[in-house]
C-alpha cells in the first residue's frame, strides 16, 4: 500500500477535514525524498483545517505555525490540541500576502493546494516570502495544476466542470518553471508531476462535501487526461 504514513491517521477525521484531495497524501508524496529534520521552524502556508500541519508534526517532529486565512486560528487549535499537538503547532490566521513574522525566521516553507492562489506571479516569493526563510531554507510546494497548458484550447467536453476562476491557476509543469525561474531568491531544485493524483482525488471524492460530489464528474470526465497534481521543490537563495 503507498503512502502507509498517510493511511495510519483515522479515516473518519481525515474525511471531516478535507477541504480538497487528500492533503497529507499530497505532502507524503511531496516528502518522500526531503530532509526534514526535529529542530526545523516550519511555516505550512496555507493550512487549511490543520491535516498538513499534523502530519509535519507527527511525523517528522517539527515545530509548524499553521497560517490560513480562511479558516480560524481557534478552530485550528481546538484540532491540535485535541491530536496533542498544541504546543508543537502554532495556529495562525493570516493573509498569505501580509504574513506577521519575522524576518529570516523559517527554516522552510510547505503549501499544499494553496500557494497557486497567491503564488501564481511574478512578484510573489520575493516580495511576501523569500524575506521570512533562512538562507538555503526548503521550500516545498504541491499544488494542482494541468500537464500542458490548456488556457487556449480548453476540451468541449470539460468546459462545464472547470470554472475560469480556478482554470486561470491551474498550470503546467513547464509555466511555474519559467515564472520561477524569474525569480531573484527562489532556487529550483525540481518540479514535476506528482503520482499521488488517483490516491488523493480518490479520498476526497468518497467523502459527502458537497463540492466533492460536484467533483465526481469533473474527475470521470477528465479520466486521467489534462489535470495533474505538481510538485515544486527548492531552496530560498
Not at 80 to 97: C, R, S, T, V, Y
Not at 146 to 172: F, G, Q, R, T
Request: aromatic fraction near 12%; charged fraction near 25%; glycine fraction near 4%.
Amino acid at each position: 500500500m503507498k503512502y502507509l504514513k498517510s493511511k495510519q491517521y483515522d479515516n473518519e477525521f481525515i474525511k471531516e477535514n478535507m477541504m480538497g484531495p487528500n492533503s497529507m497524501i499530497i505532502l507524503e508524496n511531496l516528502l518522500e525524498s526531503v530532509p526534514l529534520t526535529s529542530n526545523m521552524r516550519v511555516l505550512d502556508l496555507g493550512c487549511g483545517k490543520g491535516l498538513t500541519s499534523i502530519f509535519l508534526a507527527k511525523e517528522y517532529g517539527v515545530q509548524v505555525f499553521a497560517v490560513d486565512l480562511w479558516i480560524s486560528a481557534s478552530e485550528n487549535y481546538k484540532r491540535f490540541k485535541k491530536m496533542g499537538l498544541d504546543n508543537q503547532i502554532i495556529p495562525i490566521h493570516a493573509d498569505a500576502i501580509s504574513l506577521p513574522f519575522a524576518e529570516d525566521y523559517f527554516d522552510a516553507v510547505i503549501s499544499i493546494d494553496a500557494y497557486h492562489y497567491f503564488g501564481c506571479n511574478e512578484t510573489y516569493f520575493d516580495t511576501c516570502l523569500s524575506k521570512l526563510l533562512k538562507k538555503d531554507a526548503l521550500i516545498a510546494i504541491g499544488i494542482p495544476g494541468m500537464k500542458y497548458e490548456i488556457h487556449n484550447c480548453i476540451p468541449d467536453e470539460m468546459k462545464p466542470y472547470w470554472e475560469e476562476e480556478a482554470l486561470a491557476l491551474w498550470n503546467s509543469c513547464d509555466w511555474w518553471e519559467k515564472l520561477l525561474l524569474k525569480s531573484n531568491s527562489f532556487e529550483i531544485k525540481k518540479i514535476h508531476e506528482m503520482d499521488c493524483f488517483n490516491e488523493a482525488w480518490q479520498d476526497w471524492l468518497k467523502t459527502n462535501n458537497r463540492f466533492a460530489l460536484e467533483d465526481r464528474l469533473m474527475i470521470e470526465t477528465d479520466n486521467g487526461r489534462y489535470m495533474n497534481l505538481i510538485s515544486i521543490l527548492g531552496n530560498k537563495k
